[in-house]
């Protein structure tokens, strides 16, 4: 028996022999190692470093000793326990070297000595002990007598055959069952810590316990953990590769032992199918295009060599070889050969020894590791163990060919587009505020006909909120450009080889980030009736019903529309890759859907709906402002141009919310200003009502400060209530060694979100009847709650705040909570579960049974001693009775057992009742272990109510957000918002005194910053300001601050002005600048005009236009020509608000006495002294600037003086070529007009025309 359990253990996973009868043999001389103690010798000589350092708060190595209570047992098996938290780390477990199926000892005879068999203690067949390699400094050496009961372990293979959960790790004797708080990344950095403490440690011997101890060999010690903080290097995105080169090793990492292989010498560096000679699954080469880049072709020769659990390693690898696969292996996750690599150079983890490369990390720390793969642009794959070995042997009972290992199976992967919050993870952390999207995107492109058709799908995998979409676009992808600079798209997913080339270029600028994934035409990325097809199968909307946004694509019978094909395409998509992901139920099961139009495709339809009214006249009716991903970039909206942060950005001067579904909400209405008078009106009254009132804003602060992200952790319970999850998904069978830690993130997510509401009903209890009172009809109905009514649907854009509190007080009342957030397991009370009410009710009806039934066999026997014995299950309830009162035994007792004096029995009776009674225990177990998922799902069945509580909250946060703006920043003033019909003869106009651009004033100061005005379309002044002026003047900033205003007065804000007037816009265009797009193959003068181009073909008559320098990218006559037909179309057609800045001094000439053009430059004090010496005064003032004074700026430059004078000799004989020229044009124009006027005469005008011919002879020849 002991040698057959031996052998079962040893060659668990040691790899297939190639030599008939060698793995017996031996299996055979390994056996007498339990009995003879040279298992304990063989585990010491893995190490003989002294790890002295203790551990904070969990520890990492188990203790194995032998459990007294299992000794009856014959099965071998090691019971794992904590390990006292001042002892120290061994190194890792000689069984990782089989499961690798190398060894880092030398082969050495087993010798068998006499005096160890003396002095060793007796051992049970079948018990296996395994020796700890530590001596920890604050510990004394001990006799051998009393060092046996210290025998511990790294940690235990998974594959050892346990009996229960305490043996199993999962108990309460968990190896990390010493925290008693969860572990913050602080706390992972502490055990850094100290794992580097103990590589810089130089090696010790192990004292000796027992004389007769075989020698070992010294093994440097290993580490699972990365060095300290300080020693940590910061890594940048490198892009993830499956494999090294062997050539070109990791250039960083954390110090290697001189013992231990170091990166690019490991076996995987030098195999040629991983490299040169690399396939996919299905054979293909990297330049096939079938080729998969995901797959890999193993080939079967170098998988007979693996041993089982590495092939089952490499088999998951082959289909996952864009991923890191964290792989478990007991209660740690183990990282081999390419994957090793990465763990090495980005998460600092320390290679094992060996030629086989391999790290890893226990099983808690799996959330800090995963997020800075994630972090950094990886995938990772967690495998889990989903099978024990008991299960193992049931299932290879059935089996025909004996399986060698237990089942794993991949229960996640994550990517930054996919970074969904599962119960591995720490709470929800409130840094990360911003919504990140994963992007499905399905091009039609006919190249004759220049025309581009795109389906889109959109999701924020955080919130499960899902944005589908289709839309024409124009050959520049004017309208994606937009759509990627209002989300942060951090994924793509498109089809292989369906994508233009013009299209992959404004992906690869629009979101040079993100990470891709291409994948196969109908097989990955479905069409899309397949992926009706799909939805219908897995039931995504079987609970909710079809989203409105979904069925905006379809017929009546779920036919997709010809204008529906691309974007359920697109859907197709992406529900194919969050499937790969595993999160495809979680998502799309909250039916959170909405449209995702266009912003130019709303004003177009808004447009068409005006009927029998003007362009010029017809007032506005589209909802929302266009921003395009020109203008948000040009006035740096979410981000500013130096490096691309938030720093300085408008939304940065803007935002002062306090939640982070505020946050979200806030860059909604950021990039959405409104466009409808009233709406602008309302919310700018609130702002003004809240910006009076500064303690009530900080009361509403204070409370909305201690609300977590309720939006977020919606979806998380959404996940975790959910049945599919709970009975389907891989992590339902996932074996882990933590449960309990997770049982408590879980509770304890769960009460911050009661917590949080409980928060919010005060919030309208103390606040709410303030509100009430106010002016401002939003501020009257944003707390204002309402009865929860079926078939009631209150508009929550208005505020009607739902009333929850029936519904907290149930969920309050429904468990112990602290209870349950101190074990991790909700018992619930009373009327809450039924089936957990009938299995309790059962068990109650069973156990007075009983008792009568014990009165009865007391009264029949005459005998009060009578009682019942017995604990375990199947001998409870055993009625122990004196064999005094057993004169006349009744013929149904049956012996059951027996101590001196008493007769235990069993009855008929007691046989029913225990049968009953186990049914109930067992039903009731059921109930409770599904406990926290029924109570979660329980919650999430008024997902629709929670939702709009949160949406109220988030719209209080942001008016509190602008009214702090208006209060605190100093002069800020409110916006008057008018009709242009009602206030200035129909015509569109702007009127802002003493403007200061926001985020300038904020970076430089606002005492440091010049106002100017801006005045546009009034009386007096034109629709359009031509403004010149010297370089660096401030020409830029002023047409930038104009925008910068009207886009705040029409979010709903006060504006830095000392007033500001205005009708609404429709739309901003910026032309400003033009960066050469080299990789494009687009010049400076093709920007210039692409972007003009869009500005001429969609500006309305509301619309503001700013252009900067238009022409620069060509020659000067052909640059003037070009900016004077454009101001011309500019002011004739479309008559918009324009504000032009140029250095074409003949074209300002053209529009001196043009009442539609008000001429303007910035001011500037020339040195009287030295005319190269200016002084800018960044102040705008009335007509035309005489020079650009491009000589002054070259100065300032610090140009080398002898380039300035050759500059300046050639301006002046420039300047003075250009004005003969002019005086010559002029006279060539208007004799050109008399001309015209001498042709239009007839016959009467031939001797003027001949004296006019003569006169142009004359001009030809000067």
């Known amino acids: 028996m002991k040698q057959k359990t031996q052998s079962s253990l040893l060659n668990f996973f040691s790899p297939p022999s190639s030599e008939g009868g060698s793995s017996k043999k031996k299996n055979a001389a390994a056996a007498p190692t339990s009995s003879n103690g040279s298992s304990k010798k063989k585990a010491g000589t893995k190490s003989e470093t002294k790890l002295g350092s203790t551990r904070k708060k969990i520890e990492f190595s188990p203790k194995l000793k032998r459990n007294p209570a299992a000794k009856e047992k014959e099965a071998a098996h090691v019971e ?8 120290g780390v061994g190194s890792k477990r000689k069984a990782y070297e089989d499961f ?28 296996i002990v395994i020796e700890d390699d530590d001596d920890s400094d604050d510990e004394p050496a001990a006799p051998a007598s009393r060092r046996k009961s210290k025998t ?72 699972f953990l990365s060095p300290p903080p300080a020693a940590k290097k910061k890594w940048g995105n490198s892009t993830p590769t499956s494999s090294t080169k062997k050539s070109a090793p990791l250039a960083d990492g954390p110090a290697l032992p001189s013992s231990v292989a170091g990166a690019g010498n490991h076996i995987h560096d030098s195999l040629p199918w991983l490299h040169e000679e690399r396939r996919d699954i299905n054979g293909n080469t990297p330049d096939s295009p079938d080729y998969d880049p995901r797959t890999l072709k193993i080939p079967p020769e ?59 990390f226990p099983e808690i720390a799996y959330s800090k590791m995963s997020s800075q793969l994630v972090a950094k642009g990886y995938r990772v794959a967690r495998v889990e163990q989903t099978e024990t070995p008991d299960m193992l042997k049931v299932r290879n009972s059935s089996l025909a060919k004996k399986a060698k290992v237990v089942r794993r199976e991949v229960c996640s992967l994550l990517s930054i587009g996919t970074n969904t919050v599962s119960f591995l993870d720490a709470p929800i952390s409130s840094q990360d505020q911003v919504s990140k999207y994963l992007l499905a995107l399905k091009e039609a492109f006919d190249a004759t006909q220049k025309s581009v058709r795109f389906g889109v799908c959109m999701v924020d995998c955080s919130t499960g909120a899902f944005q589908l979409s289709e839309f024409d676009d124009t050959e520049q992808r004017d309208r994606l450009k937009t759509m990627f600079a209002q989300f942060h798209v951090v994924e793509i997913v498109t089809e292989r080889f369906n994508i233009s080339d013009d299209t992959k270029m404004v992906l690869k600028h629009a979101a040079p980030g993100a990470i891709r994934s291409s994948l196969r035409v109908g097989k990955e990325f479905w069409d899309a009736s397949k992926a009706i097809d799909e939805i219908e199968r ?82 506005l009716n589209q909802q929302y402002v266009v921003l395009d991903s020109q203008t948000i970039q040009n006035l740096e909206v979410l981000c500013n141009s130096f490096n691309g942060s938030r720093s300085g950005a408008l939304i940065d001067i803007m935002d002062k919310t306090v939640t982070s579904f505020g946050r979200r909400m806030f860059q909604e209405w950021v990039l959405k200003p409104l466009c409808k008078i009233g709406d602008i009106q309302e919310r700018l009254d609130a702002v003004e009502e809240l910006g009076t009132s500064g303690d009530l804003m900080m009361e509403i602060r204070e409370f909305l400060r201690k609300l977590p992200d309720l939006e977020r952790l919606l979806s998380r319970i959404h996940a975790l209530g959910s049945a599919y999850r709970s009975k389907e998904h891989p992590d339902s069978r996932a074996i882990m060694y933590e449960s309990q830690i997770y049982n408590v993130r879980k509770i304890k997510d769960f009460l911050a979100v009661l917590n949080g509401f409980d928060e919010a009903m005060n919030l309208t209890l103390e606040l709410g009847p303030r509100l009430s009172q106010s002016n401002s009809p939003i501020l009257q109905s944003l707390l204002k709650r309402y009865a929860i009514e079926d078939g009631v649907q209150p508009d929550v854009n208005r505020g009607h705040f739902p009333d929850l509190t029936e519904k907290l007080e149930f969920f309050k009342r429904s468990f112990d909570q602290a209870s349950a957030k101190k074990s991790g397991v909700i018992v619930p009370q009373a009327g809450i579960d039924p089936e957990f009410d009938a299995a309790c009710a059962e068990i109650a009806e069973v156990e007075a049974e009983l008792a009568d039934y014990l009165s009865e066999q007391r009264s029949a026997l005459r005998c009060r001693q009578i009682s019942y014995w017995g604990k375990k299950k199947e001998d ?22 027996r101590k001196k004096g008493y007769k235990r029995f069993h009855t008929p009776t007691i046989r029913a009742l225990l049968k009953r009674l186990a049914t109930a225990e067992e039903q009731k177990e059921e109930a409770l272990k599904d406990q926290t998922r029924r109570i979660f799902h329980k919650f999430d069945e008024d997902y629709k109510y929670w939702m709009k509580a949160v949406q109220c909250l988030a719209v209080l946060d942001c008016l509190v957000s602008l009214g702090l703006l208006s209060s605190q920043s100093e002069g800020y003033t409110k916006p ?6 009602a206030a200035n003869d129909g015509k569109p106009f702007i009127d802002i005194e003493e403007g200061v651009h926001p985020c300038v004033a904020a970076t430089y100061g606002s005492g440091d910053f010049i106002p100017n005005d801006a005045q546009l379309g009034i009386q007096g002044k034109g629709q359009m300001v031509l403004l010149s002026g010297p370089n660096m003047g401030g020409k830029s900033t002023l047409l930038r601050q104009t925008c910068v205003l009207t886009l705040m007065a029409q979010i709903g804000s006060f504006v830095p002005a000392a007033k500001c007037r205005l009708s609404p816009v429709d739309r901003i265009f910026t032309r400003i600048g033009a960066s050469d797009r080299i990789l494009a193959g687009q010049s400076t003068l093709f920007v210039e005009l692409a972007e003009t181009a869009t500005i001429l073909n969609h500006a309305t008559s509301h619309s503001l236009v700013i252009l900067d320098e238009l022409g620069r990218g060509t020659s000067t006559f052909d640059g003037t020509a070009i900016a004077y037909s454009v101001v011309e179309h500019l002011l004739s057609d479309i008559q918009c608000r324009t504000m032009f800045a140029t250095h074409y001094h003949s074209l300002v000439e053209e529009y001196v006495e043009d009442d539609r053009v008000s001429l303007g430059h910035m001011g500037c004090i020339v040195d009287p002294e030295n005319e190269r010496k200016v002084t800018f005064l960044y102040k705008l003032e009335d007509g035309m600037c005489p020079k650009s004074y491009g000589i002054n700026v070259a100065m300032l430059a610090k140009l080398p003086d002898e380039v300035i004078e050759c500059a300046a000799k050639k301006s002046e004989q420039f300047e003075r070529s250009l004005q003969a020229n002019s005086h010559t044009e002029l006279e060539n124009i208007r004799l050109a007009q008399k001309v015209r006027e001498v042709l239009a005469e007839g016959e009467a005008g031939i001797d003027k025309l001949k004296q006019l011919w003569e006169q142009a002879r004359n001009a030809i020849r000067a």
């Open 100 to 127: 690798l199926g190398t060894s880092s000892e030398e082969d050495e005879p087993i010798k068998t000595s006499k005096t160890t068999k003396e002095e060793k203690p007796k051992k049970r067949a079948g018990k």
């Open 152 to 223: 511990t372990t790294r940690n235990v293979v998974e594959e050892w055959e346990q009996d229960s959960p305490e043996e199993r790790g999962d108990g309460e004797e968990s190896e990390f069952s010493g925290a008693e708080e969860e572990l913050s990344d602080d706390d992972i950095d502490d055990l850094v810590d100290e794992e580097s403490e103990e590589e810089s440690k130089p090696p010790k011997k192990r004292r000796k316990s027992a004389p007769a101890a075989t020698k070992t060999k010294k093994v440097a010690s290993k580490s």
């Open 976 to 981: 008057e918002v008018v009709a242009a019909s």
């Open 538 to 619: 897995a039931g995504y909307f079987k609970e909710h019903g079809w989203p409105g946004a979904v069925l905006y694509f379809l017929e009546m019978d779920k036919v997709v529309k010809s204008e529906g094909q691309l974007a359920i395409s697109a859907l197709g998509g992406c529900i194919w890759h969050l499937r790969r992901c595993l999160i495809d139920h979680e998502l799309l099961s909250l039916c959170n859907f909405k449209r995702y139009k266009p912003s130019d495709e709303e004003a177009r339809e808004a447009r068409a709906n005006r009927e029998a009214m003007s362009a010029a006249k017809a007032e």
């Open 302 to 360: 170098f998988v007979k060599k693996e041993t089982p659990a590495m092939v089952q390693w490499w088999e998951v690898k082959s289909r996952n070889m864009d991923t890191v696969l964290f792989f478990k292996v007991g209660k740690f996750y183990e990282l081999f050969h390419m994957d090793a690599d990465i763990g090495f150079k980005e998460l600092n983890l320390i290679y094992m020894k060996g030629d086989k490369a391999h790290s890893g």
């Open 876 to 897: 409870r309830y055993q009625l122990e009775v004196p064999e005094s009162a057993l004169s006349k035994q009744p013929k149904e007792y049956e012996l059951k057992s």
């Open 80 to 87: 794992m326990e904590d390990v006292d938290k001042a002892s």
